[in-house]
């Protein structure tokens, strides 16, 4: 079974940091590819920033471009992404997923998700 459980959410002021980690059970991150996405109150999920399982590519939605960084740690299982210069819309919960490759996750072929972690910025 697939499973993902995401933290380091929280509240920041704008322009701070937070660094998110996805931590993946039942499965290897060689062999799949992780998604970020994110859903603000009202609002549709959108896709943040995805990683490829063994070449490591890496996708990042326009909004997030030079402020977000996804990375991995394959001997702890663990996504990270690494969120800098925060603004007030980036204000969601945030999901990992878990999919085959980063056009199925572009697709919305997604295998299993995460349970969300807040991240909330305000002044």
């Known amino acids: 079974q697939l499973q993902l459980v995401e933290s380091g959410g929280g509240l920041v002021q704008p322009g701070g940091s937070l660094r998110l980690s996805c931590t993946a059970s039942?499965?290897?991150?060689?062999?799949?590819?992780i998604g970020w996405f994110r859903q603000a109150p009202g609002k549709e999920r959108e896709g943040v920033s995805f990683i490829s399982s063994r070449d490591a590519n890496t996708y990042y939605a326009d909004s997030v471009k030079g402020r977000f960084t996804i990375s991995k740690d394959n001997a702890k299982n663990t996504v990270y992404l690494q969120m800098n210069s925060l603004k007030p819309e980036d204000t969601a919960v945030y999901y990992c997923a878990v999919a085959d490759s980063i056009v199925t996750v572009v697709l919305g072929q997604i295998r299993s998700w995460g349970q969300g972690t807040q991240v909330a910025v305000s002044s």
């Open positions: 039942g499965f290897t991150l060689d062999y799949y590819t």
